[in-house]
């Protein structure tokens, strides 16, 4: 028997269980960790709250919203590209 396993037969083990549903493609369901949504969210937070305003100031409070979730996307994007490729 492996740790973390459950040992009752026909009982599977869900690595996501608590994880955020974010819709389906294709008919697979999307679904993230509760952990990655909270990094994305505080990254997001700090880019359009405090980099962007600095480094640009006086643009409107949606554009520092949109760069800074877009950069947050491209960040995590690149990132989940470089862990896939190991």
Avoid at 10 to 28: E, I, K
Wanted: with cysteine; charged share 15%.
């Amino acid at each position: 028997m492996m740790p973390g396993r459950d040992s009752r037969p026909g009982q599977r083990h869900d690595p996501l269980g608590s994880a955020l549903t974010l819709g389906t493609v294709g008919g697979v369901k999307v679904r993230v960790n509760w952990s990655v949504a909270v990094i994305f969210a505080l990254i997001a937070f700090g880019l359009a709250a405090w980099q962007f305003p600095a480094v640009s100031p006086h643009q409107a409070t949606l554009t520092y919203v949109l760069a800074g979730v877009l950069t947050t996307v491209l960040f995590e994007y690149r990132s989940s590209r470089r862990c896939a490729c190991r």
